[in-house]
């Protein structure tokens, strides 16, 4: 209102504000899409996948970590950082008796904060035989995946099982043929020994 009973009005253009909006708008939908459809890709994948912040404190976990390492969602609340994780393992009894708790907690993040590349194997209360690795990214942050290798590990004992069988039984043959080598020896009559194509054997 103007002194004299008047109207004033001001109108501005914000079509260009109203079409920034817009495309902000169109862009956070996009990125919600392919975060929805990265958080389905990482829960169907049969390995584990941890990111930890840093600090070692919980960013992010799939569905094959949960289950590799037994936890439930619970206990991932209540564990904030890789520390906690691995301590309440120990406490569990995930990994047998241990002399010194707050030791054990300390050596094994090490081994998972070490971030080099380099796999390591262990096996849990589940029975679970799981190779981890960890690496630290660009940012800092630490991204750790769990494989499940029991089946592998077990096809490896049973390689192992069946050469030392097929072992027993080659040496079992060579005893068996050098006794028969030697009662023939003592024999007093003469041997000769010719095969199917009555060649000297």
């Known amino acids: 209102r103007t002194a004299d009973g008047g109207l004033a009005v001001v109108y501005s253009d914000i079509t260009t504000l109203k079409a ?7 862009a956070r939908a ?5 975060r929805d459809t990265l958080r389905v890709v990482l829960d169907n994948m049969t390995d584990g996948i941890a990111l930890y912040a840093g600090d070692d404190t919980f960013l992010f976990h799939n569905d094959a970590f949960r289950r590799l390492l037994d936890l439930d969602t619970a206990t991932i609340a209540t564990t904030p950082n890789l520390g906690d994780i691995i301590r309440f393992q120990l406490v569990r009894g995930d990994f047998g008796p241990v002399p010194d708790l707050e030791t054990e907690v300390v050596r094994r993040t090490a081994i998972v904060t070490r971030a080099d590349g ?3 194997v262990r096996t849990g209360r589940n029975g679970l035989t799981l190779e981890v690795t960890s690496n630290r990214l660009a940012d800092g942050r630490l991204l750790a995946t769990y494989r499940d290798i029991t089946g592998l590990k077990e096809r490896e004992r049973e390689v192992a099982r069946e050469r030392d069988a097929a072992s027993v039984a080659r ?7 050098q006794r028969l080598q030697d009662a023939i020896e003592s024999m007093p009559n003469g041997f000769v020994l010719f095969d199917a194509e009555d060649r000297l054997a």
């Open 30 to 34: 996009e990125i919600e899409s392919v």
């Open 118 to 120: 380099a796999s390591f």
């Open 171 to 177: 040496t079992e043959a060579e005893h068996a043929s």
């Open 20 to 26: 920034r909006e817009a495309e902000l708008a169109k």
